[in-house]
């Protein structure tokens, strides 16, 4: 029986983030014969389903407890167990695993085109750029990359790295159809909204902002636009210098609560959306744009290699950088019911090609190759 080692820091340090709810779906499929065990760092959730086991090792959520538990506390554990494999969702590999190490790349924070941006390697401080060096040796190595067949292949893999392409992964409770209940402290959601998650930084909120204002307006104050944040306490951090006041009284923050599976509220939330916005570009595995076209959610977002082969003709894409395009597309999707009604019955229909039976065979063949 194979034996898998799971990364589950996001599972204790960022539940409601993309990293999370990849892992959860990835937890969600039957894998008969293989042992599956929760590397956590902190207290096992409730809501971690009963047949994943979990080793628990106490590490702060700091920069150097991050560092110490990818390159230390992980592989030592994994190495207790005996594991034959070690999955991770960040593309950070442990130097001394590397070559035991499955990565699916489901982390905005940690990804590779993000960490391509020498300008903010500086304000990431001494313990990340260490962690950042000492992971990109590690990925150099890593065994096994998991990619989404619907993507074009990635650039700067190893050369003994073995790229395997599986359906794209979405978590089962993102569906089509509404829901109405909800978590008591998700009440605050509007009627009628646009849904924004991704990531948070300002560099990235600007650009949606501004093709937010092209719509805002036209759209109306009954439909405003709900950033879902990963953060438990959510807030922006934008210069109010840069960003119209008035236009900010039409956007919402709200947060995940922290009790609960994050994988259904987030899911309540998607499937109470009107539609799904987004200016920034996608990840291989947990995207939001999957989750929102599988829940049949019209999409408006900037066109990218990625976002245009994951989306092709069941999303409105418009030319990155331009503000005014992705704001018209917007407000079609909103004021249009017809439109909204056809793009969201296409995105979910090319959701359906998303097998997630033919994604766990084919993942469990991975896990039997022996190490």
Request: hydrophobic share 40%.
């Amino acid at each position: 029986m194979s034996h898998v080692v799971y990364d589950c820091w996001p599972l204790v340090y960022g539940p409601q983030g993309t990293a999370s709810l990849h892992l959860l779906a990835i937890f969600s499929i039957e894998m008969p014969g293989i042992r599956r065990t929760a590397a956590l760092p902190g207290r096992r959730p409730d809501w971690l389903p009963e047949e994943i086991e979990s080793r628990v090792r106490e590490t702060p959520g700091t920069a150097l407890g991050r560092l110490r538990w990818e390159q230390r506390v992980l592989p030592a554990l994994a190495e207790e167990v005996k594991a034959d494999w070690l999955h991770t969702a960040s593309p950070m590999a442990p130097l001394s695993w590397a070559r035991r190490c499955i990565i699916s790349q489901a982390s905005y924070q940690e990804a590779p085109w993000r960490r391509g941006n020498r300008s903010n390697r500086g304000r990431l401080g001494l313990w990340n750029r260490l962690r950042e060096s000492m992971a990109l040796g590690g990925m150099e190595q890593a065994r096994i990359v998991l990619w989404p067949e619907d993507l074009p292949k990635p650039e700067g893999l190893g050369m003994e790295t073995q790229l395997v392409k599986l359906p794209p992964l979405v978590h089962p409770a993102f569906k089509p159809g509404r829901r109405v209940e909800n978590h008591p402290s998700m009440s605050a959601l509007p009627d009628a909204f646009v849904l924004y998650q991704g990531p948070e930084k300002p560099e990235d909120l600007y650009p949606l902002l501004e093709a937010w204002s092209w719509a805002a307006g036209s759209i109306g104050e009954g439909v405003p636009l709900v950033i879902l944040s990963e953060r438990t306490n959510a807030g922006l951090n934008l210069d109010e210098k840069l960003v119209d006041p008035e236009l900010m009284k039409s956007v919402r923050v709200l947060s995940i609560p922290s009790t609960g599976n994050p994988a259904s509220l987030t899911a309540s939330t998607y499937m109470q959306a009107q539609a799904f916005f987004s200016a920034v570009e996608m990840l291989p595995w947990g995207d939001p744009m999957r989750r929102a076209m599988r829940c049949g959610l019209p999409v408006a977002a900037v066109e990218t290699k990625w976002t245009g082969a994951a989306a092709g003709p069941a999303a409105y894409l418009a030319t990155k950088g331009d503000a005014r395009a992705l704001g018209a597309a917007l407000l079609t999707l909103v004021v249009e019911e017809e439109a909204a009604e056809k793009m969201g019955e296409a995105a979910a229909a090319r959701a359906e090609k998303w097998q997630t039976k033919v994604f766990g065979e084919r993942l469990l063949e991975v896990y039997e190759e022996a190490g």
